[in-house]
């Protein structure tokens, strides 16, 4: 089956096994924030209607602050989805992978349609099968002479994957 932008069928693609987990962190936090907010009021005898509505709206866009994206991969596509829109490149047509460093670190990928992704590296490191489907894309966008930026933020990235594994296989093993 065919996407809109001719990617296949989402239902064979490699998906961020965390997600769940971090949306109901992000629903926690935001929680906790409106509990201590209201018992704040409460107990010093100010609590409004009003003043419900507020804590309510702050603890909202604590929650749309911290709702991560849903990062998924399939053959020569990669997508981020939001709240309110997904973003896709074709991984076998990119032209630029930059890695942004910052409070929150971020990689940044375009491909030749104009398709911009950003996504924590982070994604990528906990779950290999999205780094195998975005580095498959990646080689062949090179091999193409597609990719004119960003071999050695991947390079550097697969080294992390690549340590990570192998950590945690060394862990499972009781070798660490």
Request: overall charge positive; some cysteine; aromatic content about 6%.
């Amino acid at each position: 089956m065919a996407h809109r932008d001719g990617a296949r069928d989402p239902g064979d693609a490699a998906h961020d096994q965390r997600w769940v987990r971090d949306v109901r962190d992000a629903v926690r936090c935001a929680g906790v924030l409106l509990v201590l907010l209201l018992l704040l009021d409460w107990g010093s005898d100010r609590l409004t209607p009003w003043r419900g509505v507020l804590w309510a709206a702050v603890a909202l866009l604590l929650f749309l602050t911290l709702y991560p994206a849903r990062v998924c991969a399939g053959d020569g596509w990669l997508a981020s989805r939001r709240l309110l829109r997904e973003r896709r490149v074709h991984t076998d047509l990119l032209v630029s992978v930059r890695c942004m460093d910052g409070v929150a670190p971020r990689l940044v990928l375009r491909d030749a349609f104009g398709g911009r992704v950003e996504i924590d590296p982070d994604v990528l490191v906990r779950n290999p099968q999205l780094w195998f489907r975005l580095e498959a894309g990646a080689e062949k966008a090179a091999a193409g002479g597609i990719l004119l930026c960003g071999t050695t933020a991947l390079r550097c990235l697969s080294r992390r994957v690549d340590r990570e594994a192998a950590q945690a296989v060394f862990k499972a093993s009781g070798l660490d």
